[in-house]
C-alpha cells in the first residue's frame, strides 16, 4: 500500500531536498576553492622555484661585482675593463660558472670577484683563453657574446 502525502507534507519534502542540494554544493565549492588556493600556493612557493629564484639573484650579484670591477680598473687604466664585459656569470645551487673568454689574468681576477660574493660555494671557471688578437683566439667576436656553444659542451649534462 502506497500511501500519499498531503500537499504541505510533499512542499516541505521537496524544500528540504533542495535545501540539501543547495548545501552540498556550497562544500564541493568551497572545496574546490580551496584545494584551488593551496595547489597555487604550492607552487608559488616551492623549493624548486624559491632556489632558481636565488640562483638568478646570485648571477645578478656576481655579474654586477665584475661590472663594478671593471668599472674600477678602467678608471685606473689597467686595460682589464674591456675583458670583464666578455665574462657572464650563470649560478645554479649556489655553483657560479664563468661563460666567455678572457686573458688568464683577467680570468683568475674574475674567479676571485666572483669566489667573493657572499652565496658563492664554488666558481667552475669555464673561460676560453683569449692569447692575442687573432682571429682564432676570438677578437672579431662581439664584446659581450659569452661563448656558450663550448661552455655548453663542457658543462654536465651538455652535448
Request: glycine residues 8%; charged residues 20%; positive net charge.
Amino acid at each position: 500500500m502506497t500511501r500519499s502525502m498531503s500537499a504541505p507534507a510533499r512542499a516541505k519534502e521537496s524544500s528540504q531536498t533542495k535545501a540539501s542540494a543547495i548545501a552540498i554544493s556550497v562544500v564541493w565549492l568551497a572545496a574546490i576553492g580551496v584545494l584551488g588556493v593551496g595547489m597555487t600556493s604550492a607552487c608559488a612557493s616551492s623549493p624548486h622555484r624559491a632556489a632558481v629564484t636565488a640562483d638568478r639573484e646570485l648571477a645578478r650579484r656576481a655579474n654586477e661585482a665584475l661590472a663594478q670591477a671593471a668599472e674600477a680598473a678602467a678608471a685606473s687604466a689597467t686595460g682589464a675593463a674591456g675583458e670583464a664585459n666578455r665574462i657572464e656569470v650563470t649560478c645554479y645551487r649556489g655553483v657560479a660558472s664563468l661563460l666567455g673568454e678572457s686573458s688568464q689574468p683577467a680570468a683568475q681576477v674574475a674567479e676571485r670577484i666572483v669566489r667573493d660574493v657572499p652565496g658563492v660555494v664554488r666558481v667552475n671557471n669555464l673561460l676560453i683563453s683569449n692569447q692575442g688578437p687573432s682571429a682564432t683566439s676570438g677578437s672579431a667576436r662581439s664584446e659581450k657574446a659569452p661563448i656558450t656553444a663550448r661552455a655548453t659542451d663542457a658543462a654536465p649534462g651538455g652535448r
